[in-house]
C-alpha cells in the first residue's frame, strides 16, 4: 500500500547490535543468549527479516527507550548471531510478511505512550494506522509489537525525522 505520509522503518541502532554481538551486556546486565533459529517466529531486530531455520540467533533484553522512566518496556528480542546489514528500506519490512497482524503504539517526543493509540492492527492496515496516528502533532514515533507476545519488533518515525533510538 502507498501511503501520502512518507514513513522511516527503524531497525535496533547498528552500534548497539554490534556490541550484544561482542558480549555487551543487554538491557537487564546479561550477555546474550545464544540460540538456533526454528524458523518460525524468529525476526532479527536489525535486519528486520526472520532469523533461518537453523541459522544462529541471539536472544537478549531490549529497551527502545532513550532513558529509564514508567513507559520504557523492556522485553525480549532476537538478533542474527552473525552479522547482517540493518533494514534501511521505505516499505514495510520483511519480517511483516508473515504476520497477520500487530499491536502499534504510539509515543509523543517525552517518550511516554499515548493514551488510546495502541490498537491490534492488520499488516495491511499499519501504514495507513500510522498516517492516521501521525496527523497528530503530538505523536513523534510509533511502535510496532507483536500481536500475541507484545515485543518490540520495529519503530516507525516520519521520514527525514530525527527521533531514533
Not at 98 to 109: D, F, I
Request: proline share 9%; hydrophobic share 30%.
Amino acid at each position: 500500500m502507498e501511503t501520502m505520509m512518507p514513513l522511516t522503518y527503524q531497525p535496533y541502532d547498528s552500534d548497539w547490535v554490534a556490541a550484544i554481538r561482542s558480549g555487551a551486556p543487554d538491557a537487564n546486565g546479561q550477555p546474550a543468549e545464544r540460540s538456533i533459529s526454528d524458523g518460525g517466529g524468529n525476526p532479527c531486530r536489525h535486519c528486520l527479516d526472520e532469523i533461518p531455520k537453523g541459522a544462529p540467533m541471539l536472544i537478549c533484553a531490549a529497551r527502545p527507550f532513550p532513558e529509564l522512566q514508567p513507559y520504557a518496556e523492556a522485553g525480549p528480542i532476537f538478533l542474527c548471531a552473525d552479522a547482517c546489514v540493518a533494514y534501511s528500506g521505505t516499505s514495510q519490512p520483511p519480517v511483516l510478511k508473515n504476520r497477520s497482524e500487530c499491536l502499534l503504539k504510539a509515543y509523543g517526543s517525552n517518550n511516554r505512550i499515548i493514551y488510546g493509540s495502541g490498537r491490534i492492527t492488520p499488516t495491511s492496515e499499519v501504514e495507513s494506522y500510522c498516517e492516521t496516528l501521525f496527523s497528530d502533532e503530538k505523536v513523534a514515533y510509533v511502535d510496532v509489537r507483536s500481536a500475541t507476545n507484545n515485543c518490540f519488533t520495529f519503530r516507525i518515525t516520519r521520514r527525514n525525522d530525527p527521533s531514533s533510538r
